[in-house]
């Protein structure tokens, strides 16, 4: 059994979220305890969330599961793409996740497809370097509906509603409800000056949601 084949068989018996002894996996795969014992190391460098020593077991903790799919090389390509494409033009946060992710993907696909494409996307830009250490606040004040004090480079200061980003390739832009002149505006994130939580908080309103937004815009 290749490795990555034996990798994925590993975490596939470790799903039921019980104590596995490593005798017991190396019998189930037909390996030596020592190989076991390397096996869990990678995982759990790789992000996996798995605790236990040697002589105890294994438990694979709190797992976020997702039911079995099977991907062409093409799709396997899209995945890293989108992994490449956060990686390079997301907040630091988001980037860190992509790189967890990716190893994750490479951890548990035959090597016939996690080798197909190796480091063949690579996306930057200045812009987006500009935007990345704003877009975590931004994630948030619109996912928990907190507004914001924004300056920006050649408008007023405003008081805004979060409610949406767009990646163009190179540039980042949000999409809000700015208050301060009652009506929706778009900005591009990294001519943003300065940008802070102010204490306030919103509930979606009729008329000023991102879906009225797409809605207008559809329209003309």
């Given at each position: 059994m290749r490795r990555n084949d034996r990798l994925f068989e590993l975490l596939r018996l470790l799903q039921d979220g019980r104590l596995h002894r490593g005798t017991d996996l190396a019998r189930s795969l037909g390996v030596s305890t020592r190989t076991i014992?390397?096996?869990?190391?990678?995982?759990?460098?790789?992000?996996?969330?798995?605790?236990?020593?040697?002589?105890?077991?294994?438990?694979?903790?709190?797992?976020?599961t997702l039911p079995p799919v099977a991907l062409t090389k093409d799709e396997f390509e899209v995945l890293r793409l989108g992994i490449s494409l956060v990686g390079g033009a997301a907040d630091p946060v988001l980037a860190r996740a992509s790189e967890s992710l990716r190893a994750k993907i490479a951890a548990v696909s035959p090597a016939d497809v996690s080798d197909t494409g190796a480091d063949t996307f690579v996306f930057s830009s200045a812009e987006a370097a500009v935007a990345a250490p704003l877009l975590g606040l931004l994630r948030r004040a619109a996912r928990e509906h907190l507004t914001l004090a924004l300056s920006y480079r050649d408008r007023p200061p405003a008081r805004i509603r979060p409610l949406h980003l767009d990646y163009w390739g190179k540039v980042w832009?949000?999409?809000?409800?700015n208050e301060s002149i009652n009506d929706f505006s778009v900005f591009r994130v990294d001519l943003i000056k300065s940008l802070e939580l102010d204490g306030g908080a919103f509930m979606p309103e009729a008329g000023k949601t991102v879906d009225d937004y797409l809605n207008r815009i559809t329209r003309t």
């Open positions: 014992w390397r096996d869990m190391a990678t995982l759990a460098d790789r992000g996996l969330p798995i605790t236990g020593e040697r002589g105890i077991g294994y438990v694979l903790r709190d797992p976020v832009t949000l999409t809000c409800w």
